[in-house]
């Protein structure tokens, strides 16, 4: 197909704008090959004729159709050119606010102005691993690709950042480390990859500075090398720093700055620590205010510079070099900066052309003298003067104030330069490790190409250096083409591409411009302008790329790449010399300031050179800086060709710094300047659109025939092309892929179009004659229908009409008729109404005259009245008031003082003085305040039934008063008429006293009854009235209850979720505490490998009470380890969650405290060897008794540890109460959590005291038993010496003589039990004493609380006596409610009291009963046998009832861990054993211990199977099965301790028989908590091993897989996706997915997991899927479009019958896919309307607002016939969800783990049927 046959009529193509650059067209008619002029019209409507050149044939460039535009590959642009380049990346910045576009291998970034939310860490995990073609273009996914083939390749990689001042380059540098620190972690050191992200501020702070053009602009280059260990792991990073620009030190244009770090040091000029350096604003110094504008818009540089310092004191505390020391440094580094700023002010004085000077008493000398710490004369003698030295003399010689003042800002830039040189070579120290280097990614952060109106030295430096990477860049493009080409055994052209090495040797050959600069700087008398004479006049004919400006002789232009620069030569000599006064330089290294002379180390080497060899010499070998800068760039350039260059372009959309907001002149000149249009060229010279084989086939499947589908698909594609593309220079088949010319891609892509639209005619046609002829029967038959209905209607309709008319006429006359009635009967009772009124009208006005006056009287005295009750109830409420005030204001005073008291120690100590000796007169004393007590009770209840009944009568009275205001109401209301009724009676009277007396006798008659009848209607409406206000009363009390109910339903939800939420947070802290654990276990392991040397020359002498020792303390303190984790992480799950930094730095105190207790350990071995030494000398008779005694005192320690555990948590307790610091205040005195505080408090005394009882109990048990064991032997009579000497008062001679005494030993066993009686009852004496002190105390205190209220009652009386009514009635309310309330909390504490104490009781009173019957049935078979006689009697054999216990030795624990914990094979045997098998044999094993009453046994055991399991979960914690099986049997064991416990609320769940096996001598709730704990850890571990698996699987099976065929399209693809393309693997289906699912669900349920985990196991597997699947769907373009919307609702439709399947959709999994879901939805709804707005924002409730216009921005059309959404589309939908309450991350969480609950579930397995399987190697056990 030829280019010029595209040029057809309705052809969309570019014209050459001035504005816009490039403006669309559409042709109006097709063009053929001749034609001079295109007609052409513009979108706004204007047409244009556009004028071609014969000659050239300059047609203007295709646009691309539509379905390609904003592609994310610029290569997969079917027409390669300018205009097309420029509005792709326009409408992915400004539409789709993307900013990142794939240009080949070159990545595309335009600034936005604006923060994204893009560069989370979510978002670096999502792109971590995957190939770069299938995200979408980001700078993570270039540093992926980069770390990916570093480890694939084992080759260096380095990524060049380029770009213009203002584009961005220093960010994407930055995070290009971040992902590199965030991805690899570290080795070696923790924190090296913190070291690397601290070095960015630092380096800002001091190389980045405003220009006109950017806010932050590197005004250095910087290429970081971040070396990598064999394992992929950062160990450590190298900075090179290239040309910092030094001028800017002296020298700023107007509205530029200097470097930052001179502005963040004097807006903190007031801090303390800096009132030293004398400083002030920036506009006070000469260096920081020639600019003018010393403050950057939105930037505080109070705060920048306390990021520099906290950056400098991270990478401090990292090094040896700065331990001790840091903060000195860096307050040395400031001494020099504000030195700098001083030295700037320093005045010159001018006295004639040749001499200047300055004052030695001038301020800023003066202190920069001071500062810099050298003498002030001889640093003003030498800014004034200089050395010259000749061959035999040397001469002083003044300056002019001109080159005083250079040779000033000389100095300065040269401190400058060395304290910057310096500060990166500690960077690079800190930067260093020891780990070896294996392989580096360097990441190239370097300045772009600048043009200026003035361009001086330092922007040709600038464009030289990117004159050397552009070559580069073009070099590694044209080979990568040529790769690609032989690869694909591709016949080999030769593209010819812009070589720029003219214009490098222009500047670096030999006589080029460097080189006649170096030159020039050699002479004595050069300039300036005879360095441009020379360059006139050597390089002007020579090369092409240089010229002559033709109105100056001072400047000269070069022919850059990019543009043509032209350059003033004015300074380029004296910056290229770089020169600085050595005598100024002598008298810095002659300071006092060691920082300085440290600066100056290397000044002293060259200098003491400088001396030996004479001034020619020393002239030839100075290196200029243009010398230096060319070898620097050398060596950068083999380093970088040493690599595999990855390549960011970033370009700056406009000078006005606008978000998203793109100028296309501006975006052109940087596009042409980066290489992005000669990338694009070179594309476009070969074939730069490549299909593979199948996805050509599958795109244009529609163009083919049947007859042409082969089963080839090689051929096929090769007989349709050859068919549709008649020229074969167009097109080039490859090994694997098809290669296109440039357009052809449209073509095919204008066919296929075609093609579909023809077939849907087709269809349409057909559809819509089916539909016709359908509509035509249906409305036939639909006629006929209606016609013979309406016929029907209209004759019945007509005898309605007939009926009607008769029985209107009927119904006429007789309503005729009634009317006439109606109004004559009307009018009559009318009349006879209007005379009745108008007497009674006269009647009432007579009446209501004669009872005005009476009325008047009644409301003046009801009134006053009122008043004066109104006025008493406020005053007395007043008072009341304000009593109350006083009194609380007085007993919070007391309760501080009381709070006081109670903390401090002496308090105590104060109190148990002499309670031992005052004990009878302290309980005389209770009993008499028992009396006073009882007489104050009895008053204060006589007063108060007093104030009660007072309180009641007044009531009453109340009550009465509104009752009979109330009556007296309603007689005023019905006495009126009741008057006007009698004066109309007595006139009646009046006019008929001439009638009979009949009639007289008849109106009294009728006179009677009405007064009845108003006495019945007044006593009904008073009843009315009552049951309304009852009725009332009623309804507000329903309202009331329904606005608590409300209330408490809001509490629990609200509860529920602080809940769910402190159980998470509590479990990830568990987390987090384990695996320091771990870190801490390996530690000490190592300690012990490390000292097991030390062990091994040892006797086994030495060996045995060693290991007695070390068996018999190994278990003790792992529980409290256990216990210190639980109350750590209880501690951490009290506290808020906070943010990462905080929970950070307790990590790392954390891991500090670990090294310190490697340290104790270590000490503390040493110790114990020291120990074993002196052991050694011990007699080996007393051996066996010292072991016991270690065992007994290893008892009693442990107790003891337990009882100072105990009294720590009390102090914390107490300070928790008591911390006035705290975020939350302590809880009030009296309420109820300081109830449920103080009765923790009691209860933890009371078991302490409980505790102490059983040890001394336990004790003398064992010494009694011990005794009685072996009072015949030696050893009986060592062990009595031994344990005589555990008690103080007792001492050797006095046992001896006790033993001498009786031989027996039974005067000695009565002794000892007396003691021990003794020590319990004094024991017990000293308790009575503390609890009737209590007791004494608590009275005392309720006494003076019932003074204290009543003397409140009595104020509050006198006060509301004062008060109005009103005002008395609410306060009485008012102090009622506050009294009930404290009533309330009282007795709900008293009553949580009662209750423990109840349950306390009962459980010991079971336990009494189990020793009475236990004691009964011994004491019978003691009876049976001493009374029954010895016979010989067969005794026939009975069938084993098994207790459900498994006997086993003591010791032999270890070897139970081993064979059932360790070395059990899970994925074999482990699955034919009963589920949860281990379990029941541990507690099994537990129940022996319990009923044998050995704690320690106990503790052992359980101690052994925490850290076994541990052990194996740390081990082989990936494998799924394994933490499975330990998961199942953990729990499992977890529900024998509760089920087994004994309380009441377990053992509803079990049989009789079960319930004989409860435990009866130990509680284990700790335990319970320990293993619960346990638990929590597997299931996490649980859940990373199952995410490390699902993770390849979900993006592949729920977005790539196609399982429904022929619904997806594929689009053309740029070199990105070819070039990383590898040969086809196995696809992984949704199949696949579900089958891993089901082998997991499979697995859970045969180890016998409960049901309610497995659910949520299964909902945190779909939780993983749906956050996966969702994000990569929101980093992916190419997945969202409609097609792929009804795939994933699909493939989520068959994870939803998988549940249903299993029975798992009720437990939250289901409902955990709906963001997936929502997503696909989004895809398919329509979305042009507001109507549709509306619709989507209803219906995705589970995405984010950043979800949803992610997911809209990035909807892309496969077809032509879809539609793209528009931005205003997208701005309603921003319009209406902008009040949503949410977070704006735009990622889900793919790491959060749900919280797990540990429900309750009970087993049905009879411990005593359970068998062991020979298999497990456990015959030391047995069953009793």
Same mark, same amino acid.
């Given at each position: ?101 794939? $240009? ?271 003498? $002030? ?1107 099994? $094993? ?339």
């Amino acid at each position: 197909m030829a280019g010029t046959e595209l040029y057809t009529k309705h052809a969309l193509v570019w014209l050459p704008d001035a504005v816009e650059v490039w403006k669309s067209a559409k042709l109006v008619k097709d063009y053929s090959p001749g034609d001079q002029t295109l007609f052409l019209q513009l979108e706004d409507g204007t047409e244009v004729q556009y004028q071609i050149d014969l000659r050239t044939n300059n047609l203007p460039p295709l646009r691309n159709p539509s379905i390609l535009v904003g592609e994310n590959d610029l290569t997969a642009l079917s027409y390669l050119n300018e205009p097309a380049v420029l509005h792709n990346i326009k409408v992915r910045f400004i539409d789709s606010k993307l900013i990142y576009t794939y $240009c080949g291998i070159v990545l595309v970034a335009v600034n936005p102005y604006e923060s994204l939310p893009i560069y989370e860490a979510d978002i670096i995990h999502a792109y971590s691993g995957q190939n770069m073609a299938d995200m979408d273009p980001h700078i993570f996914a270039v540093a992926e690709e980069a770390y990916k083939q570093m480890a694939r390749d084992q080759q260096n990689q380095s990524i060049i950042v380029s770009g213009e001042s203002g584009a961005g380059k220093t960010v994407s540098a930055k995070y290009a480390m971040r992902y590199f620190a965030t991805v690899s972690g570290s080795s070696g050191e923790a924190d090296i990859e913190e070291r690397v992200l601290a070095s960015n501020p630092i380096m800002e702070a001091l190389g980045n500075a405003k220009t006109t053009r950017n806010d932050n602009s590197s005004r250095f280059g910087k290429y970081i090398e971040i070396g990598f260990d064999k394992k992929y792991r950062i160990t450590g990073a190298h900075m090179r720093t290239y040309l910092l620009e030094k001028s800017r030190v002296v020298f700023q244009a107007y509205g530029e700055r200097n470097y930052h770090i001179f502005y963040q040091l004097c807006a903190s000029s007031h801090l303390p620590e800096f009132q030293n350096f004398k400083l002030g604003g920036a506009d006070d110094f000469h260096c920081t205010n020639q600019g003018q504008n010393p403050v950057i818009d939105g930037i505080d540089d109070t705060k920048e510079m306390c990021n520099t310092r906290r950056a400098l004191t991270l990478l401090d505390s990292c090094i040896e070099f700065f331990v001790g020391i840091r903060e000195r440094h860096q307050m040395e580094m400031y001494q020099i900066l504000a030195a700098i700023l001083h030295l700037s002010n320093v005045e010159v004085k001018n006295h004639s052309e040749d001499r200047s000077s300055i004052s030695p008493d001038n301020a800023h000398l003066v202190v920069f003298c001071e500062l810099m710490g050298v003498p $002030c004369e001889e640093m003003a003698h030498w800014l004034c003067h200089r050395k010259l030295k000749a061959t035999t003399e040397t001469y002083i010689k003044c300056v002019s104030k001109t080159n005083a003042i250079n040779g000033r800002d000389a100095l300065a830039k040269h401190i400058y330069a060395r304290l910057f040189s310096w500060i990166v070579g500690c960077i690079n120290n800190v930067l260093k490790t020891g780990v070896k280097q294996h392989s580096f990614i360097g990441v190239l952060d370097i300045y772009g190409f600048e043009t200026f109106d003035i361009n001086s030295f330092e922007q040709f430096c600038i464009n030289y250096a990117n004159e050397k990477l552009q070559q580069q860049f073009n070099l590694h493009v044209f080979k990568l083409e040529q790769e690609e080409y032989m690869k694909e055994q591709i016949p080999w052209t030769l593209i010819d591409f812009y070589d720029n090495q003219p214009c490098i040797n222009l500047i670096e050959a030999n006589l080029g411009i460097l080189d006649l600069l170096d030159e020039e700087c050699k002479m004595p008398r050069g300039s300036d302008g005879t360095w441009s004479q020379k360059m006139y006049s050597t390089l002007l004919k020579q090369n092409n790329h240089f010229d002559k400006p033709r109105l100056s002789n001072i400047a000269f232009i070069i022919h850059h790449f990019a543009d043509k620069v032209e350059y003033q030569s004015d300074g380029f000599l004296e910056k290229n010399k770089d020169t600085v006064n050595e005598e100024q330089i002598q008298v810095l290294q002659n300071s006092k300031f060691d920082f300085l002379l440290k600066l100056f180390e290397g000044n002293e080497k060259t200098s003491s050179t400088k001396r030996s060899t004479p001034s020619t010499s020393q002239r030839c070998n100075k290196k200029t800086v243009g010398m230096q800068f060319r070898q620097s760039l050398h060596l950068l350039m083999d380093t970088l060709n040493a690599t595999t260059p990855h390549y960011v372009r970033c370009i700056k959309p406009n000078d006005h710094k606008e978000p998203f907001s793109l100028d296309p002149l501006r975006a052109v000149q940087q596009l042409r300047a980066c290489g992005i249009l000669e990338t694009i060229r070179i594309s476009a010279a070969g074939f730069p659109s490549r299909w593979t084989y199948q996805e050509f086939f599958s795109r244009y499947r529609v163009l083919m025939k049947q007859k042409d589908v082969l089963p080839d698909r090689k051929e096929t594609c090769r007989n349709v092309l050859k068919k549709l593309i008649q020229d074969q220079n167009l097109y080039k088949f490859g090994k694997n892929k098809i290669f296109f010319r440039a357009g052809q891609v449209a073509y095919l892509e204008k066919l296929r179009s075609e093609q579909l639209r023809r077939a849907c005619v087709c269809i349409q046609k057909t559809i819509r004659c089916w539909l016709a002829r359908k509509k035509y029967l249906r409305m036939k038959q639909s006629a006929i229908t209606i016609q013979r209905h309406v016929r029907g209607h209209q004759a019945r309709c007509y005898l309605h009409f007939l009926r009607r008319t008769r029985a209107a006429v009927v119904i006429q006359r007789n309503v005729r008729m009634w009317s006439a009635r109606r109004s004559y009967q009307k009018l009559r009772s009318a009349s006879v109404v209007i005379q009745c009124c108008f007497r009674m009208y006269a009647a009432r006005k007579l009446y209501c005259k004669l009872l005005y006056e009476q009325k008047v009287l009644v409301i003046q005295r009801w009134t006053k009245g009122w008043l004066a009750r109104k006025h008493y109830h406020r005053t007395r409420a007043d008072i009341i008031l304000l009593q109350s005030c006083v009194r609380r204001m007085m007993a919070k005073k007391e309760l501080k003082k009381l709070k006081v008291e109670a903390r401090s120690v002496a308090h105590f100590k104060k109190l148990n003085v002499g309670m031992e000796n005052k004990i009878m007169q302290l309980q005389h004393k209770i009993d008499e305040q028992h009396k006073e007590v009882r007489e104050l009770s009895e008053r204060l209840n006589a007063a108060a039934k007093t104030q009660e009944m007072e309180r009641e009568r007044h009531c009453k009275e109340m009550e009465n008063l509104h009752r009979s205001e109330q009556k007296a109401r309603a007689e005023a209301e019905t006495l009126p008429s009741l008057l006007e009724r009698l004066s109309f009676l007595q006139q009646e009277l009046e006019n008929t006293l001439r009638q009979k007396e009949v009639l007289e006798d008849q109106r009294k008659i009728d006179q009677e009854q009405t007064q009845l009848v108003v006495r019945e209607l007044n006593r009904k409406n008073s009843l009315l009235s009552n049951e309304k206000e009852d009725l009332n009363k009623v309804i507000l009390e329903q309202t009331q209850q329904l606005t608590d109910i409300k209330g408490q339903m809001e509490n629990t939800e609200k509860l529920e979720k602080e809940l769910i939420e402190e159980r998470s947070r509590y479990q990830s802290l568990l987390n987090e505490h384990l695996h320091l654990e771990e870190l801490h276990k390996d530690l000490a392991e190592e300690l012990e490998v490390r000292n097991s040397s030390r062990k091994e020359g040892r006797s086994q002498r030495s060996q045995k009470p060693e290991s007695n020792s070390s068996n018999s303390s190994e278990c003790s303190p792992i529980l409290d380890l256990t216990n210190g984790q639980t109350s750590a992480v209880d501690k951490e799950a009290e506290t808020p969650s906070a943010v990462d930094l905080p929970l950070l730095l307790k990590l790392q105190r954390r891991v500090r405290e670990l090294e310190k207790q490697k340290q104790l350990l270590q000490w503390q071995l040493d110790e114990k060897e020291a120990q074993e030494e002196n052991a050694n000398d011990v007699e080996e008779e007393r051996t066996v008794g010292t072991a016991l005694l270690d065992l007994e005192t290893l008892k009693r320690q442990e107790l003891e540890t337990e009882n100072k555990r105990l009294k720590q948590d009390l102090s914390e307790l107490r300070k928790s109460l008591t911390n006035e610091n705290s975020e939350l205040m302590p809880p009030a005195v009296g309420s109820t959590p300081y109830g449920i505080l103080l009765e923790q408090l009691t209860s933890s005394n009371e078991e302490l005291e409980m505790r102490k009882e059983e040890v001394l109990l336990l004790q003398s048990h064992i010494v009694r038993q011990d005794a009685m064991k072996y009072r015949d032997s030696a050893i009986g009579e060592c062990v009595k010496l031994e344990l005589g000497d555990l008690h103080s008062f007792q001492n050797l001679d006095r046992s001896t003589d006790i033993h001498t005494l009786n031989e027996d030993g039974e005067l000695w066993l009565a002794y000892e039990g007396l003691k021990e009686t003794n020590r319990v009852l004094e024991y017990q004496m000293q308790n009575l004493k503390k609890q009737h002190s209590e007791r004494y105390e608590k009275l005392q205190d309720e006494v003076n609380t019932l003074k204290e209220e009543k003397e409140q009652q009595q104020k509050l009386l006198a006060q509301t006596l004062v008060l109005p009514e009103d005002a008395r009635i609410e306060a009485g309310l008012k102090l009622e409610i506050t009294r009930l309330t404290s009533e309330n909390l009282e007795l709900m504490v008293r009553q949580d009291k009662q209750d423990k104490t109840i349950s306390s009781l009962k459980k010991e009173l079971q336990l009494y009963m189990k020793e009475v019957e236990a004691f009964k049935v011994h004491q019978k078979n003691t009876d049976l046998m001493i009374n029954t006689p010895a016979k010989a009697v067969s005794i026939p054999r009975k069938e084993k009832e098994y207790q459900g216990m498994l006997e086993y030795k003591e010791g032999d624990e270890s070897r139970l861990v081993k064979n059932l914990v360790l070395d059990m094979r899970v994925h074999g045997v482990a699955v034919s054993f009963l589920p949860g098998l281990p379990a029941y044999i541990i507690f099994m $094993c537990l129940r022996y211990a319990d009923s044998v009453n050995e704690d320690h046994r106990v503790s052992t055991l359980l101690n052994s199977v925490l850290c076994s399991i541990k052990a194996v979960i740390k081990k082989r914690g990936s494998d799924f099965v394994t933490s499975s099986f330990w998961l199942a049997n953990t729990c499992r064991l977890i529900h024998c301790l509760k089920q087994y416990s004994g309380d009441e609320t377990f053992k509803t769940h079990n049989t009789a028989k079960q319930n004989e096996h409860c435990l009866t001598n130990f509680e284990l709730t700790e335990y319970q908590n320990v293993f619960a704990d346990l638990a929590v850890q597997i299931y996490r571990q649980l859940i990373r091993s199952m995410e490390d698996i699902l993770q390849p699987l979900i993006v592949s099976s729920m977005l790539e897989h196609e399982s429904i065929q022929g619904v997806l399209g594929s689009k053309p693809t740029g070199l990105r996706k070819r070039s990383s393309s590898s040969p086809e693997e196995e696809a992984v289906t949704v199949e696949v997915l579900l089958q891993q699912l089901g082998q997991w669900h499979t697995t859970m349920c045969q180890h016998g997991l409960d049901s309610d985990l497995i659910k949520q196991v299964v909902r945190q597997q779909f939780y993983v899927i749906c956050a996966i699947s969702l994000n990569h769907l929101l980093l992916r373009k190419d997945m969202c479009s409609w097609s792929k919307g009804l795939q994933i609702r699909y493939n989520v439709w068959q994870l939803e019958e998988w549940l249903v399947e299993r029975e798992l959709s009720d437990y939250g999994a289901k409902e955990s896919l709906e963001p997936l879901v929502q997503a696909a939805q989004l895809l398919q709804v329509k979305k042009k309307t507001e109507a549709d707005a509306e619709a989507i924002c209803s219906m995705c409730t589970g995405l984010t607002t950043a979800q949803i216009v992610k997911v809209l921005t990035l909807y892309t059309p496969v077809i032509e016939f879809e539609e793209r959404v528009t931005t205003t589309f997208i701005t309603t939908i921003k319009n209406i969800l902008k009040d949503r309450g949410e977070s704006s991350t735009l990622m889900m969480d793919a790491k959060k783990i749900f919280s797990v609950t540990l429900s309750f579930s009970p087993s049905s397995v009879a411990l005593e049927t359970i068998q062991i399987p020979t298999t497990l190697n456990l015959d030391f056990l047995h069953r009793i």
